[in-house]
């Protein structure tokens, strides 16, 4: 990955722009720092600011693996687009089907482990249309962790099951991905290319399948591959990026 900041990475941006490109971004980790409390999750007012002036431009989607109400509330402006639970989730019709039902099955078998995930010190956050098995705060993470991998693949082929930072998502076998959501949003958009930026395991998808004319942006350098071609160091850097984006696009940034 090359560093998105650099002359490479921006003449790749400043090409990419000039397509009139959908602009995607995930939410936490990404326009939010990672906090001990997903509740406690907030964007910084200057990176909320320039979102709003690209929204003025270009069309600008918000793609999380939290609920669309409650991620609506964390941005200060109003993007085109809210995509929520990995992509399973979308206010705007991108996938009217409500996967809620489909995971019945993770509840009651959630309810049978519930005991033990709660000494464990796992919390386990419903969003309907996805699960999210949290253990950040967890006493022993490794334990937690260990254990989760033991039981998430007795849940059956219906449920699909993926790691992140700290967290274990349980969604639908069948609901869409942050891959097909984006790919759905730049063909409602009428955009003839993208630029996304995340920074986790449920992000790899969009990375993997983007075009050449996209540009895929991992927020974060690990030891674990991306397939994002190039990179922030940290959210902190996010609104330089932004500005670079206005710059490129002729706006003064705030």
């Not at 490794?142 to 007795?154: G, M, N, T």
């Not at 759905?184 to 003839?192: F, I, M, Y």
């Amino acid at each position: 990955m090359l560093q998105i900041l650099g002359p490479r990475g921006l003449a790749q941006l400043a090409a990419t722009l000039g397509m009139r490109p959908l602009l995607a971004f995930d939410f936490d980790g990404t326009l939010a720092p990672i906090v001990a409390r997903p509740e406690q999750a907030r964007m910084t007012p200057g990176v909320a600011t320039r979102l709003k002036m690209l929204a003025m431009q270009l069309p600008v989607a918000i793609v999380t693996g939290r609920q669309v109400a409650d991620v609506r509330t964390r941005l200060g402006f109003e993007p085109r687009y809210i995509v929520g639970s990995h992509g399973a989730e979308s206010d705007l019709g991108i996938d009217g089907t409500d996967w809620g039902p489909a995971l019945q099955h993770a509840r009651d078998w959630l309810n049978t482990y519930h005991a033990e995930l709660t000494r464990l010190g796992v919390r386990v956050e419903d969003k309907r249309n996805s699960i999210a098995l949290h253990y950040r705060l967890a006493p022993d993470r490794e334990l937690a962790s260990r254990r989760l991998e033991e039981l998430l693949p007795l849940l059956g082929p219906e449920l699909h099951a993926f790691g992140g930072k700290f967290v274990c998502n349980i969604v639908a076998a069948k609901a869409p991905n942050k891959a097909a959501a984006v790919h759905a949003l730049v063909r409602d958009a009428g955009s003839a290319a993208a630029i996304f930026v995340g920074d986790d395991v449920n992000d790899e998808p969009v990375f993997a399948s983007a075009p050449a004319s996209w540009v895929t942006i991992k927020v974060g350098r690990t030891t674990a591959p991306s397939k994002a071609r190039f990179y922030l160091d940290s959210p902190i850097e996010m609104a330089s990026l932004l500005d670079r984006m206005l710059v490129l696009l002729g706006e003064r940034g705030p």
